[in-house]
Structure formats: structure tokens, C-alpha cells
């Protein structure tokens, strides 16, 4: 069993950055790979960004390439994101999620959410 807390959402201006962290419990971090979803309003939950076990390998939705990133550290089993140039399509509940595997968007763990709300 993995418990997954996120911080850091919170009401932001476009072209502003905001970071969000996400805490795990457990002593298996460093062999799970983690990913970041979001789901907006009267939308299904989409894939944000994904990365490795290790941390050499990541994965961004299109819309994000160039403005967030994923990362993490498996001695204080933490994945943030760090999310710059926010824009108002940006506002959703994001979510930190165990990835069930490599390249599949398939979660066998999500946290609780965290909203980010970007304001034009």
C-alpha cells in the first residue's frame, strides 16, 4: 500500500509559476515510477507529465512541454512538479499517481488532489 500526499496548488495569474510537491509513503519508493494527472472541470483525468524510477526518463503531454517538470527524490520520497507560464487552461485538480508501468498511463495508486486555479 502507497499513500500519496500533494501540496502546493493553490489561485495563481497567468504567465505565473506554481510548484507542487507530492509526499509517499513506504520504504519502495525508488522502484516505482510516478506521474502527475490532471482533471479539469466537466473533463476526464488526462496524463501531465510521468518519470522514472531512477529519474532519467520523463514524459510531458504536449500541452506542458516546455513549461513544467517533473521530478524527484527518492531519499525523501518526493515527485514535484514545477509548473511555469501558467495559462488558464492549466486550471484543474492535479494528482499525484503510482504509475503501473513504464509508458502506460495504467495507476495503481492516486493521491488525494490538489487544485490549481489560473486566473486570465
Known amino acids: 500500500q502507497v499513500q500519496l500526499v500533494e501540496s502546493g496548488g493553490g489561485l495563481v495569474q497567468a504567465g505565473d509559476s506554481l510548484r507542487l510537491s507530492c509526499a509517499a509513503s513506504g520504504r519502495t519508493f525508488s522502484n516505482k515510477n510516478m506521474g502527475w494527472f490532471r482533471q479539469a472541470p466537466g473533463k476526464e483525468r488526462e496524463f501531465v507529465a510521468g518519470i522514472s524510477r531512477g529519474g532519467s526518463m520523463t514524459l510531458y503531454t504536449d500541452s506542458v512541454k516546455g513549461r513544467f517538470t517533473i521530478a524527484r527524490d527518492n531519499v525523501k520520497n518526493t515527485v514535484s512538479l514545477q509548473m511555469n507560464n501558467l495559462k488558464p487552461e492549466d486550471t484543474a485538480v492535479y494528482y499525484c499517481?503510482?504509475?503501473?508501468?513504464?509508458?502506460?498511463?495504467?495507476?495503481?495508486?492516486w493521491g488525494q488532489g490538489t487544485q490549481v486555479t489560473v486566473s486570465s
Open positions: 499517481a503510482v504509475l503501473t508501468a513504464w509508458g502506460k498511463v495504467n495507476v495503481d495508486y
